[in-house]
């Protein structure tokens, strides 16, 4: 058996057969040439998470829906709240969208809370995953008053 073939032409000119390799072999090739990376939608999730909870004014993320069930789940989870919660990303090989549902605090500009939202989200994700964030969405879904009750933090509830 050989390991190479003819033409069609007929010719005496063979190649050899199986897989064709692309790119440029050896060590003085780029390590960004050998291969490809991809990045999960979860992972962009979380940096985006972490991104805009460092951001001061904001309260929480997620809808009223998530949060509450968010808060259920972290009860029963040890009380580990989900970084990806209120988050949802889009992710392509060079580019990524962000949608972010947040809660502000009382009183602060939401226009330069969500500027320093998307900056904080920009520069950890492209920083991060070198994709290109081309657009970071943030619904403003509620605002938390001063006097809003959290969660009970001691476990106590209002009746005893």
């Known amino acids: 058996m050989s390991d190479t073939t003819s033409p069609a032409s007929g010719g005496s000119e063979s190649r050899p057969v199986g897989k064709t390799l692309t790119g440029q072999p050896g060590p003085g090739t780029t390590p960004g040439t050998r291969g490809r990376t991809t990045i999960a939608d979860g992972v962009v999730e979380k940096i985006a998470g972490m991104a805009t909870r460092e951001v001061p004014g904001i309260h929480s993320l997620g809808s009223g829906v998530a949060r509450t069930l968010g ?65 970071v969405n943030i619904a403003v879904d509620d605002v938390h008053l001063p006097d809003d009750e959290d969660d009970d933090e001691d476990g106590e509830g209002r009746v005893q």
Do not use: F, H, N, W
């Not at 789940?73 to 889009?90: F, I, L, M, Q, Y």
């Open 71 to 135: 808060a259920v789940t972290d009860k029963v989870s040890g009380g580990r709240p989900s970084v990806a919660r209120g988050v949802k990303v889009e992710v392509g090989e060079r580019q990524a969208a962000i949608d972010l549902d947040v809660v502000v605090e009382y009183g602060l500009s939401i226009v330069d809370i969500a500027a320093d939202v998307r900056t904080g989200v920009i520069t950890a994700v492209e920083g991060m995953t070198g994709l290109e964030v081309v657009e």
